[in-house]
């Protein structure tokens, strides 16, 4: 098994992403959305970032 397998979670279900009907939003709730998926980004981006700090020092451990 390779070692990005064993970061990922096993056999639980990957969220569905929805996209919101933004037709019926107003400017400011377009705006607010926009906000919200830009702060989800940048969550998910620092979970990648540790993720592959944690894998960068398992791997420095293991190639002394």
């Known amino acids: 098994m390779a070692l990005d397998e064993d970061l990922e979670p096993q056999n639980q279900p990957r969220p569905a992403y ?7 939003l107003s400017i400011a709730e377009v705006e607010k959305y926009i906000m919200h998926c830009e702060s ?5 981006q620092a979970e ?8 960068g020092a398992a791997e420095a451990l293991f190639k002394k």
Do not use: N
């Not at 929805?18 to 019926?24: M, R, T």
């Open 40 to 44: 989800e980004i940048r969550r998910a």
């Open 48 to 55: 990648i970032d540790s993720r592959e700090s944690h894998r």
């Open 18 to 24: 929805v996209p919101a009907k933004l037709d019926a």
